[in-house]
């Protein structure tokens, strides 16, 4: 049996396709490049640079739709949280982890949601790893969108590992002549005796676009099936109020189960929930790992998104003012000669194709004042590689001008 020593001179396996991969990466102008910001989120931060000096840039690739994460209502909240009741929780929930701030914030968020019960997570990916794995059981299938987020995708893999016998089954994106199809498979299965859950994202975070729920809540309704949807980039942004894709299409209670985040236009801090009826809630509470097992949301966070959700029922003019950066931007940036994709959402994706070009033409931005990030795989698929540009209510028109400015210099 080699030695330690003997097994590192050698180049343990691990190592050596590491720094294969990383080499790799490099070579192909893909390597990803961490930006340091030293200010708070908003539509202008301070960002440091490789040399040590700082310069100011414009930021269009925040999920800070509402420019709530700098509200001085909003950080005041949390710094009053953590007077209050300090820096963390020191337990999971069902020990000694549960505070007044818990409490609060969900029902806050259950009463803006429009369901009956809520329940927070560390994360939203914390969250989508709790539902599926705790609700589903041996004969259940799990129906999902294509292009759904990675959390859903990892959770419906994690689920058949820790309940055997659930099924999984994949829908082309938006395509509901696919999901009937999906669905009618799904009944004549015999192997599923059990609950059939669909999900989808409300608004899909690569590509802006909403998904049609109305349909899809149809067709749940048809086959007996349980809606479930990821509104991350639904919250704050769809809707007359910014209650989300559910009150765009006027949908509000019905929708069976909802995951979403605090972290973005909800304050932009962190956190996420489980939105449903107070049985679901019940079980999660009882039987769900990523609570059971893992210290809870910190209260000042539960305290400023209390706060953020608080600001935007209380300022709706913020949702209107995105609505009209969105618009505007989208106008101008494709009269620039962009295509970039028809949304009211707030995300505008234009498509480079090849992830190197992508991340070429960020970096160059970003020497013209304007952070806009490049993906490329594995973030989204091979040959779709983009600059995906995220508008807020705190941009001015004059942001937006440099933005398009910039665009037309590459």
């Not at 929708?255 to 107070?278: C, R, W, Y």
Request: charged residues 20%.
């Amino acid at each position: 049996m080699p030695t330690t020593a003997a097994r590192t001179a050698d180049a343990r396996p691990f190592d050596a396709r590491t720094a294969d991969t990383l080499a790799q990466l490099e070579q192909s102008g893909q390597l990803k490049h961490l930006q340091m910001i030293d200010s708070p989120m908003d539509a202008s931060i301070r960002l440091r640079q490789s040399d040590g000096s700082y310069r100011d840039t414009l930021c269009f690739c925040s999920n800070n739709y509402l420019g709530l994460a700098n509200h001085p209502e909003v950080v005041e909240a949390g710094i009053e949280g953590l007077k209050k009741y300090g820096a963390g929780t020191g337990s999971v929930r069902f020990i000694c982890g549960t505070f007044t701030p818990h409490e609060h914030v969900e029902r806050t968020i259950a009463d803006y949601m429009g369901t009956e019960a809520s329940y927070t997570f560390v994360s939203c990916w914390t969250a989508s790893e709790a539902l599926f794995p705790t609700c589903c059981e041996a004969g259940d299938i799990i129906i999902s969108d294509a292009l759904n987020h990675a959390c859903i995708i990892d959770s419906m893999r994690l689920t058949p590992v820790i309940k055997k016998g659930v099924h999984k089954a994949v829908y082309q994106h938006a395509d509901m002549g696919d999901l009937r199809a999906k669905l009618k498979a799904a009944r004549a299965n015999p192997d599923v005796s059990g609950q059939i859950w669909v999900i989808t994202d409300g608004v899909f975070s690569m590509e802006g676009v909403i998904a049609d729920l109305p349909a899809i809540r149809a067709l749940c309704d048809e086959f007996d099936a349980m809606l479930v949807v990821d509104d991350s980039h639904g919250h704050g942004v769809m809707g007359a109020t910014g209650r989300g894709t559910h009150e765009h299409y006027d949908m509000i209670g019905k929708v069976d189960v909802f995951t979403g985040t605090l972290g973005k236009a909800l304050g932009g801090g962190a956190g996420g929930f489980i939105a449903g009826s107070q049985q679901l809630i019940d079980l999660i509470v009882q039987r769900a790992r990523p609570t059971l097992f893992s210290n809870a949301l910190p209260c000042t966070v539960a305290c400023s998104a209390a706060k953020a959700i608080e600001v935007l029922r209380r300022e709706p003019e913020r949702v209107e003012r995105l609505r009209t950066n969105v618009k505007t931007a989208r106008a101008k940036i494709k009269d620039a000669g962009f295509d970039v994709m028809d949304s009211p959402t707030a995300i505008c994706p234009i498509i480079i194709g090849d992830t190197a070009e992508a991340i070429r033409m960020s970096n160059r931005l970003l020497e013209l004042g304007v952070f806009v990030i490049g993906f490329g795989f594995p973030v989204v698929p091979e040959g779709t590689a983009r600059l995906r540009i995220q508008m807020s209510a705190a941009h001015t028109d004059g942001h937006i001008e440099t933005l398009v400015e910039a665009l037309k210099q590459l």
